[in-house]
C-alpha cells in the first residue's frame, strides 16, 4: 500500500445498484435503510457496529450529510468477499478520505466484542464475563442487563482506530490485514 503519493489503491465489493448509482450520478451515498434491507433480522448486529463506527470515525474524516454509514474496501484484493454476486471497484482514493483500521479488529466489532489494548487484556475480560454468568459478550450489548459491561464493551471500539494515523505514513507493521472506511465511492475514483 503506497500512501506517499497522497493516493491508496482500494478494493471494495459493491453491488449493482452501487455501480449504477456511480455511472449515473458521479457519487453513491450509502444509507441506513440499505443495511437494514441488506441484513434484515440481524440488521441490529451490524447497525450497533455501524453506529459505533460512524461516532468515531467521523472525528477522522469528515461525514457528508448525505451518507449514513461507509462503504468498506480492503487494501488487498484477497481480502475481498466476493459472495452475494458483488463485484469488485477498483479505486484509487485520497488518502484524506479514508479511515484506516486492521480488519481484524472490525472484525471483533462485528461480533460485538470488546477490543483489549492487547491479547493478554482480551484475555482477561473473556475471564470476567465468564465469571458473571455472561455466554459471549453479545449477549451484554444487544440485552440491558449488563450496562457496565456493555459500556466498557462499545468504548473498547474506539481501538478500532488505533492504526489509522500509521496506516496513513504507510506503516503497516502492527497491523494484519488494512480495511478502510469510505463516506462515499466516487467516480473519479474508479481505476
Given at each position: ?90 479505486l ?34 473473556l ?48 497491523v ?16
Amino acid at each position: 500500500m503506497d500512501t506517499e503519493r497522497g493516493f491508496v489503491d482500494l478494493y471494495s465489493p459493491q453491488a449493482e445498484a452501487v455501480w449504477q448509482a456511480v455511472e449515473s450520478e458521479g457519487t453513491a451515498f450509502s444509507r441506513r435503510e440499505y443495511v437494514r434491507k441488506k441484513y434484515g433480522e440481524s440488521a441490529v448486529i451490524f447497525l450497533t457496529a455501524y453506529d459505533a463506527y460512524v461516532r468515531e470515525a467521523e472525528k477522522i474524516v469528515t461525514r457528508p450529510d448525505e451518507t449514513a454509514y461507509p462503504y468498506w474496501a480492503f487494501a488487498s484484493e484477497d481480502m475481498v468477499d466476493r459472495s452475494g454476486g458483488a463485484r469488485v471497484m477498483r479505486l484509487r482514493v485520497p488518502v484524506s478520505e479514508a479511515v484506516f483500521f486492521d480488519q481484524y479488529d472490525w472484525y471483533k466489532v462485528l461480533r460485538l466484542s470488546y477490543i483489549g489494548e492487547t491479547e493478554a487484556d482480551e484475555e482477561a475480560f473473556l475471564r470476567d464475563l465468564q465469571m458473571r454468568g455472561i455466554r459471549d459478550s453479545s449477549e451484554a450489548v444487544l440485552k440491558p442487563f449488563y450496562p457496565d459491561v456493555k459500556r466498557t464493551i462499545v468504548s473498547s471500539w474506539k481501538r478500532l482506530f488505533r492504526h489509522d494515523a500509521d496506516i496513513r505514513r504507510g506503516d503497516m507493521s502492527d497491523v494484519r490485514a488494512v480495511q478502510a472506511g469510505l463516506w462515499c465511492i466516487k467516480k473519479e475514483w474508479l481505476i
